[in-house]
């Protein structure tokens, strides 16, 4: 084997990729796309506050309906003079003190003698477009009677759940009021007690609490990405070479073995070239004083820092992932005579790949669990689960140990096992080969 | 003097089929050695086992006088018979890594690259990606890939065809020029004339089979013997019926190659021609390569 000839192998694949005008805008959309879904969307919402209007009929003989008005009149006034807490984990459920999406307008009036045709009005008036909904409260609504609601569309879930959440507070007040107890006594006597989450230090690697999370996940999707993608353009890579036949004067100056290395070491450090920008753009846009002045995250959050050790771990885990997979690509990219035929034993890799993305709330909510770590030690996923777990909890040294072990073995026998597939595969035209083929390669070539 | 190359009786089967049947062949150094026979000899087989592209059945290859080494690779130059380049790269960085996967350096390689693009009329291409050069221009891009690292063993397996008249000149002249230099050519052909116009040597396969080895001269002193050319009018079949005649095909109109059994009298058989043939010329002639082979192919059979 001569590392020279492994070296101008590697030098031509990172610098065909590197030079190539797809490599930079794919690296450059994809933080400029995460960005635009994570914070445009935010900011739309905080820009485009609507306004609904909604005719209330209060049949319930208690002023649930005035009461309704004066509920969401307030909520709406709190929620826009409340200042952001420290470290407040943002709240979903709207109607709870976070910004809505829109205000609401109650218009009451009393039933009519008539209700058909009070309904049938009220109806026009949201066909015409003057009223966006009118609700019906009818005296049995204080028991266990539910409240009409009638609109253009009933699949307006975070409208309709902004009316349950303060039409509940206002029916359980009245409630309360007639069992005799003062709803302002009640409600001081429930009051929920928040959670005030903390990372012990030197435990974890990143800031905690939600920005942690995020950013766990982040780097995660990055890594998944990174090896997928530049897995696959390994078995392409082979491909060209097969399909244009450049193989056969490779392989009459250099071994197939120093030209599958040469491939997977530089298309390697392509992906960490990508990765290298993408985290720098993550440091960059944490950077103390830059996420302040941008205003995306509330104030005080502490933002996740990348250490010194995670980076080296992050980029070990890396190079272990993309070997773990690239050889198998490169193994399928050599066998086959086209993209076709390779995609099918291709997607083999897909599933195992995939199968983390699939147990990634379970890892987050315990990245100690008996499934988290055994999933971790698992060579095909610890390049995967493993920076999952460290961005959010430093796992033991010996488990960490242990995984390196076992995939650092994995991946030295899937090179031996993939280069040897690749030798004889390389040189192979004409029909499909068969699995058993291809498996008798590996062992009797 | 020691063969560059010699292949010594190498098989090749592909299940029932057999592309090779044992060929045996001895290159010596400072030729130009042609492997002839029609299309399915198996000659791209014994090329891409020459270069270990498939490993022979049974049989041994010995290169530079010892079964091979990786090391040799860097002393081969290698032309195959489906032309290859990445499509992307320029002519100028695609050579460049040509050269460098043989070990060279870059410094040596770039004035090397531009006298061999200027020779061959490429040099205002050195910029362009492969894809934007015509097939002959490729053609000549990967010739010039086989020859950069100066190879002492050159193997071409096909390397006129697709070439126009003005370009199957100019490579005749480059590996005339390799020759010189006293290092080895192996090209693969179907084109006898080309063959008998440029090789010292030659290997006939037919079958898979190596049915005539040897130097080119003394293959036609020694098949050629008996060739002659004539000009004459009348009853030919009754000519070829004539038992010293080997072989007898009309040229033009009233030109007849004629070839004779070795033993056979050429003074003999002209005088029994004269007495059914108005003949006019009757020459001793060396025989057409193209003639040795077919009678070859036909004795193999």
């Known amino acids: ?445 | 003097m020691n063969p560059i190359l010699e292949v010594r009786d190498v098989r090749k089967s592909y299940g029932d089929f057999v592309a090779v049947g044992g060929v045996s062949m001895s290159v010596p150094p400072g030729s130009i050695f042609g492997l002839l026979g029609p299309n399915g000899a198996g000659k791209t087989s014994t090329i891409r086992m020459i270069m270990n592209i498939t490993a022979p059945d049974t049989g041994e290859i010995l290169v530079f006088g010892r079964p091979r080494t990786p090391n040799d690779l860097r002393r081969i130059g290698y032309l195959p018979e489906e032309r290859g380049l990445y499509r992307k790269m320029t002519v100028m960085d695609q050579l460049l890594f040509l050269g460098e996967i043989r070990g060279m350096k870059r410094a040596a390689l770039v004035p090397e690259i531009d006298r061999w693009l200027g020779r061959v009329e490429l040099a205002k291409w050195s910029g362009s990606k492969i894809e934007e050069l015509s097939k002959g221009m490729q053609q000549k891009v990967q010739l010039i890939g086989t020859v950069l690292h100066k190879p002492d063993l050159l193997i071409l397996d096909e390397p006129f065809s697709g070439l126009d008249p003005i370009n199957q000149e100019l490579f005749r002249e480059l590996l005339q020029d390799y020759r010189s230099q006293g290092k080895s050519v192996v090209l693969s052909t179907h084109g006898m004339e080309l063959a008998e116009r440029m090789c010292d040597h030659i290997c006939l396969i037919s079958n898979g089979r190596a049915v005539l080895d040897g130097n080119l001269k003394e293959i036609k002193h020694r098949l050629g013997g008996n060739s002659f050319r004539v000009i004459a009018e009348g009853d030919l079949d009754r000519l070829r019926a004539m038992p010293e005649v080997e072989q007898a095909t009309i040229q033009n109109n009233d030109e007849i190659k004629l070839m004779l059994r070795p033993d056979a009298d050429g003074a003999e058989t002209l005088r029994q021609m004269i007495g059914f043939l108005k003949v006019r010329e009757f020459r001793s002639e060396e025989p057409e390569l193209e003639q040795i082979f077919m009678k070859a192919v036909r004795d193999a059979a």
């Open chain 1, 1 to 445: 084997m001569r590392l020279d000839s492994i070296f101008v192998v590697l030098k031509r694949e990172y610098l065909s990729r590197v030079k190539n005008k797809g490599f930079w805008i794919a690296t450059l959309a994809v933080p400029l796309f995460a960005a635009a879904v994570t914070i445009l969307p935010t900011l739309l919402i905080s820009k485009s506050h609507t306004s609904q209007t909604i005719v209330v009929v209060d049949a319930t003989g208690q002023g649930a309906g005035e009461a309704l008005k004066v509920q969401m009149a307030q909520t709406a006034k709190t929620a826009a003079a409340k200042p952001k807490e420290k470290g407040t984990v943002p709240s979903r459920r709207l109607g709870k003190g976070d910004s809505r999406l829109a205000d609401f307008t109650i218009e009451t009036q009393t039933p009519a003698a008539n209700p058909q045709a009070q309904r049938r009005e009220l109806d026009a008036r949201v066909r015409q477009g003057k009223a966006d909904a009118w609700m019906w409260f009818g005296p049995g609504m204080l028991k266990d009677e539910a409240a009409e609601y009638h609109a253009r569309n009933t699949t307006n879930f975070i409208t309709q759940e902004t009316l349950r959440g303060d039409l509940s507070e206002v029916v359980r007040r009245i409630r309360l009021r007639e069992a005799g107890i003062d709803p302002a006594r009640m409600e001081e006597l429930t009051k929920r007690v928040e959670l005030d989450a903390k990372q012990v230090p030197g435990t974890g690697t990143s800031g905690g609490g939600v920005a942690g999370l995020i950013f766990a996940v982040v780097l995660f999707f990055l890594l998944y990405m990174s090896i997928l993608m530049w897995g696959q353009q390994v078995m392409t890579g082979v491909l060209e070479e097969k399909g244009t036949r450049v193989i056969e004067v490779l392989i009459s100056a250099i071994t197939p073995f120093e030209l599958m290395m040469g491939k997977l070491l530089g298309i390697c450090l392509v992906g960490m070239t990508q990765l290298a920008i993408w985290l720098g753009t993550v440091l960059v846009l944490t950077a103390p004083g830059i996420v302040a002045t941008l205003a995306f995250l509330p104030a005080g959050v502490t933002m996740p820092t990348l250490t010194i050790g995670m980076m080296l771990n992050l980029a070990f885990l890396f190079i272990l992932g993309f070997f773990a997979y690239a050889t198998f690509y490169a193994a399928i990219g050599a066998s086959f005579n086209n993209l076709q035929e390779a995609q099918q034993v291709a997607s083999i890799a897909v599933v195992f790949i995939v199968a983390p993305v699939m147990v990634i709330n379970q890892i987050i909510n315990d990245p100690s669990s008996t499934m988290a770590v055994a999933m971790s030690l698992f060579p095909l996923f610890t390049p995967l689960i493993m920076p999952l777990r460290i961005a959010i909890e430093m796992p033991p040294a010996w488990q960490l140990a242990l995984a390196y072990v076992l995939t650092l073995t994995f991946v030295i026998g899937m090179i031996w096992i993939c280069s040897r597939i690749y030798r004889v595969g390389i040189l192979m035209y004409g029909k499909k080969p068969t699995i058993q083929e291809i498996w008798r390669w590996a062992w009797h070539a």
